[in-house]
Protein backbone atom coordinates (compact mmCIF):
# COMPACT_ATOMS: atom_id res chain seq x y z
CA UNK A 1 0.00 0.00 0.00
CA UNK A 2 1.16 3.70 -0.97
CA UNK A 3 -0.25 6.68 -0.13
CA UNK A 4 -0.12 9.89 -1.52
CA UNK A 5 -0.35 13.16 1.17
CA UNK A 6 -0.32 16.27 0.54
CA UNK A 7 1.32 17.86 3.56
CA UNK A 8 -0.12 21.29 4.91
CA UNK A 9 2.77 23.76 6.27
CA UNK A 10 3.54 23.27 9.82
CA UNK A 11 3.00 19.75 10.26
CA UNK A 12 5.57 17.40 11.20
CA UNK A 13 6.42 14.91 9.28
CA UNK A 14 6.04 12.06 12.05
CA UNK A 15 3.15 10.67 14.23
CA UNK A 16 4.45 11.78 17.74
CA UNK A 17 5.67 15.03 18.96
CA UNK A 18 7.95 15.16 21.82
CA UNK A 19 8.79 18.71 22.14
CA UNK A 20 8.75 21.21 25.02
CA UNK A 21 5.57 22.78 22.69
CA UNK A 22 3.70 20.43 21.05
CA UNK A 23 3.26 21.03 16.82
CA UNK A 24 0.33 19.22 14.84
CA UNK A 25 1.59 16.05 13.52
CA UNK A 26 0.39 13.14 10.58
CA UNK A 27 -1.47 11.59 13.04
CA UNK A 28 -4.31 14.12 13.19
CA UNK A 29 -4.60 12.79 9.35
CA UNK A 30 -6.48 9.40 9.86
CA UNK A 31 -3.71 7.35 8.09
CA UNK A 32 -4.34 3.47 7.96
CA UNK A 33 -2.41 1.78 11.06
CA UNK A 34 1.00 1.34 10.88
CA UNK A 35 2.26 3.58 7.66
CA UNK A 36 5.26 5.39 7.72
CA UNK A 37 6.51 8.57 5.87
CA UNK A 38 9.04 7.32 3.21
CA UNK A 39 11.05 10.51 2.80
CA UNK A 40 10.71 13.66 5.06
CA UNK A 41 9.51 17.16 4.26
CA UNK A 42 10.38 19.85 6.70
CA UNK A 43 7.77 21.00 9.29
CA UNK A 44 7.50 24.35 6.86
CA UNK A 45 7.49 22.65 3.76
CA UNK A 46 4.47 21.86 2.58
CA UNK A 47 3.58 18.92 -0.67
CA UNK A 48 3.75 15.43 -1.62
CA UNK A 49 4.80 12.90 1.08
CA UNK A 50 4.32 9.29 0.63
CA UNK A 51 3.91 6.88 3.63
CA UNK A 52 3.50 2.96 3.26
CA UNK A 53 3.41 0.33 5.36
CA UNK A 54 6.38 -1.76 3.30
CA UNK A 55 10.09 -0.85 4.60
CA UNK A 56 11.51 -2.45 1.43
CA UNK A 57 9.42 -0.22 -0.81
CA UNK A 58 9.85 2.85 1.36
CA UNK A 59 13.49 2.20 1.05
CA UNK A 60 13.51 1.67 -2.74
CA UNK A 61 11.62 4.84 -2.95
CA UNK A 62 14.32 6.88 -1.41
CA UNK A 63 17.54 5.06 -1.66
CA UNK A 64 20.08 8.22 -2.42
CA UNK A 65 21.45 5.73 -4.66
CA UNK A 66 18.91 5.43 -7.13
CA UNK A 67 19.22 9.18 -7.53
CA UNK A 68 15.63 9.61 -7.76
CA UNK A 69 14.36 13.41 -9.07
CA UNK A 70 12.16 15.17 -6.85
CA UNK A 71 10.30 18.41 -7.97
CA UNK A 72 9.87 21.38 -5.96
CA UNK A 73 8.07 24.99 -6.54
CA UNK A 74 10.10 27.39 -4.63
CA UNK A 75 9.31 31.13 -3.72
CA UNK A 76 12.59 32.50 -3.52
CA UNK A 77 13.03 36.46 -2.12
CA UNK A 78 15.35 38.58 -4.93
CA UNK A 79 15.47 38.18 -8.67
CA UNK A 80 17.27 35.22 -9.77
CA UNK A 81 20.01 36.14 -11.84
CA UNK A 82 21.58 34.46 -14.92
CA UNK A 83 24.85 33.81 -12.46
CA UNK A 84 22.71 32.18 -9.42
CA UNK A 85 20.78 29.74 -12.10
CA UNK A 86 23.68 28.40 -13.43
CA UNK A 87 25.34 27.77 -10.18
CA UNK A 88 22.41 25.92 -8.98
CA UNK A 89 22.79 23.97 -12.68
CA UNK A 90 26.09 22.88 -11.79
CA UNK A 91 26.20 21.96 -8.08
CA UNK A 92 26.23 24.36 -5.17
CA UNK A 93 28.69 24.36 -2.65
CA UNK A 94 27.33 23.94 0.88
CA UNK A 95 29.05 22.89 4.39
CA UNK A 96 28.73 18.88 3.83
CA UNK A 97 30.15 18.78 0.03
CA UNK A 98 29.09 20.09 -3.43
CA UNK A 99 25.26 19.27 -4.42
CA UNK A 100 24.45 17.48 -7.49
CA UNK A 101 23.46 19.61 -10.71
CA UNK A 102 19.94 20.63 -10.07
CA UNK A 103 17.49 21.31 -13.39
CA UNK A 104 15.81 24.50 -12.35
CA UNK A 105 13.83 27.22 -14.60
CA UNK A 106 12.07 30.24 -13.61
CA UNK A 107 8.09 30.48 -13.34
CA UNK A 108 6.22 33.70 -14.74
CA UNK A 109 4.27 33.28 -11.53
CA UNK A 110 3.02 30.42 -9.12
CA UNK A 111 0.68 27.80 -10.86
CA UNK A 112 -2.60 28.49 -10.86
CA UNK A 113 -3.84 25.32 -9.03
CA UNK A 114 -1.60 26.39 -6.11
CA UNK A 115 -3.09 26.96 -2.87
CA UNK A 116 -2.69 29.78 -0.74
CA UNK A 117 -0.72 29.32 1.98
CA UNK A 118 -2.07 29.84 5.67
CA UNK A 119 -0.11 31.44 7.26
CA UNK A 120 0.58 33.83 4.19
CA UNK A 121 4.27 34.50 3.12
CA UNK A 122 5.06 37.70 4.60
CA UNK A 123 4.72 40.32 1.68
CA UNK A 124 7.40 43.16 1.72
CA UNK A 125 6.52 45.99 -1.03
CA UNK A 126 10.09 46.83 -1.63
CA UNK A 127 11.69 43.11 -1.79
CA UNK A 128 10.74 41.12 -4.80
CA UNK A 129 10.42 37.55 -4.80
CA UNK A 130 10.28 35.19 -7.37
CA UNK A 131 9.20 31.24 -8.38
CA UNK A 132 11.13 28.36 -9.44
CA UNK A 133 10.66 25.22 -10.36
CA UNK A 134 13.38 23.34 -8.90
CA UNK A 135 14.38 19.56 -9.63
CA UNK A 136 16.83 17.80 -7.42
CA UNK A 137 18.02 14.51 -7.41
CA UNK A 138 19.33 13.75 -3.98
CA UNK A 139 18.01 14.31 -0.32
CA UNK A 140 20.27 16.45 2.01
CA UNK A 141 18.46 18.05 5.06
CA UNK A 142 16.82 21.31 4.32
CA UNK A 143 19.02 20.89 0.49
CA UNK A 144 16.65 22.85 -1.68
CA UNK A 145 16.53 25.67 1.14
CA UNK A 146 20.63 25.84 1.30
CA UNK A 147 21.11 25.91 -1.89
CA UNK A 148 18.72 29.05 -3.11
CA UNK A 149 20.22 30.84 -0.35
CA UNK A 150 24.04 30.36 -0.91
CA UNK A 151 23.26 31.51 -4.49
CA UNK A 152 21.51 34.57 -2.99
CA UNK A 153 18.28 33.82 -3.05
CA UNK A 154 16.20 32.64 0.35
CA UNK A 155 13.39 30.25 -0.17
CA UNK A 156 10.17 32.06 1.48
CA UNK A 157 7.64 29.10 0.75
CA UNK A 158 8.48 25.25 -0.93
CA UNK A 159 6.02 23.35 -2.16
CA UNK A 160 7.10 19.73 -3.28
CA UNK A 161 5.29 18.82 -6.55
CA UNK A 162 6.64 15.19 -7.77
CA UNK A 163 8.67 12.45 -6.43
CA UNK A 164 9.45 8.65 -7.42
CA UNK A 165 7.16 9.00 -10.22
CA UNK A 166 4.05 10.48 -8.50
CA UNK A 167 2.72 13.82 -8.31
CA UNK A 168 0.57 15.54 -6.41
CA UNK A 169 -2.25 16.09 -9.40
CA UNK A 170 -5.00 18.06 -7.70
CA UNK A 171 -4.69 16.18 -3.88
CA UNK A 172 -5.23 18.98 -1.64
CA UNK A 173 -3.52 20.37 1.67
CA UNK A 174 -4.41 17.49 4.12
CA UNK A 175 -6.19 15.30 1.59
CA UNK A 176 -4.65 11.52 0.90
CA UNK A 177 -5.37 8.96 -2.00
CA UNK A 178 -3.82 5.64 -2.08
CA UNK A 179 -1.66 5.42 -5.60
CA UNK A 180 -0.24 2.85 -7.15
CA UNK A 181 3.42 1.94 -6.55
CA UNK A 182 5.64 3.62 -9.49
CA UNK A 183 7.94 1.29 -11.39
CA UNK A 184 11.13 1.37 -9.73
CA UNK A 185 14.65 0.04 -10.79
Given at each position: ?29 G ?80 P ?5 R ?12 A ?45 Q???P ?5
Amino acid sequence: MLIAFNKPFNVLCQFTDRSATPRRTLAEFGFPPRVYPAGRLDFDSEGLLLLTADGALAHRLTDPRCKRPKTYLVQVEGVPTASALARLRSGVELRDGVTRPARVRTLDAPPAWLWPREPPVRFRKTVPDAWLELVITEGRNRQVRRMTAAVGLPTLRLVRTQTAGLALDGLAPGAQRRVPEPPLA
